[in-house]
T-cell receptor, first 112, second 117 residues
Framework: QKEVEQNSGPLSVPEGAIASLNCTYS??????FFWYRQYSGKSPELIMF????GDKEDGRFTAQLNKASQYVSLLIRDSQPSDSATYLC????????????FGSGTRLSIRP | GAVVSQHPSWVICKSGTSVKIECRSL??????MFWYRQFPKQSLMLMAT?????????EQGVEKDKFLINHASLTLSTLTVTSAHPEDSSFYICSARDGGQGVETQYFGPGTRLLVL
């Protein structure tokens, strides 16, 4: 089992709709969780992090964390074509000497 | 926000030459930096973890003698690809760990594209 799993997609969402990206992780000791966005040909950029159960909102983005289910998600409201990118989920797994483990990413496409 | 720079952004070299890539944390000190490689349409692959003042920790399958890493200061790590060959052509990305926000977070540099002819 991979430490951090994401559906590779592509996930196609109409412009203006809510895009929902999901991620599961295997290490119950994980304490902090991150979402990165990577445009084609560019390096990843941090969108937000979350470490408490529940929701964390930042503009059009909401991260949701459920430690009991080992599940973290990212919601993008009012999706725009500029949101089309690969979204990487990352987990700080303390059993690996505090190394952040990345999922393989979900490709999101916002159709006009 | 935390800013990480990389230099150069592009490099083209002949087979057999060595290439050095620099990674700098511009507005924070990073005791730990990471080096990744990414081939087209593939995931990030962690190559090594670079710790200031000590030897780098390499991931399985990464040749330490080919990919030399030096982390001489809290703001600078370098990756040298020695005797580069065409199969080393890739997108090399560094990241630096910042604990200043209370949660250790990794910030990525813009990456370096290496093309070995």
């Amino acid at each position: 089992q991979k430490e951090v799993e994401q559906n590779s997609g592509p996930l196609s969402v109409p412009e203006g709709a809510i895009a929902s990206l999901n991620c599961t992780y295997s290490d119950r000791g994980s304490q902090s969780f991150f979402w990165y966005r990577q445009y084609s040909g560019k390096s990843p950029e941090l969108i937000m992090f979350i470490y408490s159960n529940g929701d964390k909102e930042d503009g059009r983005f909401t991260a949701q964390l459920n430690k009991a289910s080992q599940y973290v998600s990212l919601l993008i409201r009012d999706s725009q074509p500029s949101d089309s990118a690969t979204y990487l989920c990352a987990v700080n797994i303390y059993s690996s000497a505090s190394k952040i483990i990345f999922g393989s990413g979900t490709r999101l496409s916002i159709r006009p | 926000g935390a800013v990480v720079s990389q230099h150069p952004s592009w490099v083209i070299c002949k087979s057999g030459t060595s290439v050095k890539i620099e990674c700098r944390s511009l507005d924070f000190q990073a005791t730990t930096m990471f080096w990744y490689r990414q081939f087209p349409k593939q995931s990030l692959m962690l190559m090594a973890t670079s710790n200031e003042g000590s030897k780098a920790t390499y991931e399985q399958g990464v040749e330490k003698d080919k990919f030399l890493i030096n982390h001489a200061s809290l703001t600078l790590s370098t990756l040298t690809v020695t005797s580069a060959h065409p199969e080393d052509s890739s997108f090399y990305i560094c990241s630096a760990r910042d604990g200043g926000q209370g949660v250790e977070t990794q910030y990525f540099g813009p990456g370096t594209r290496l093309l070995v002819l």
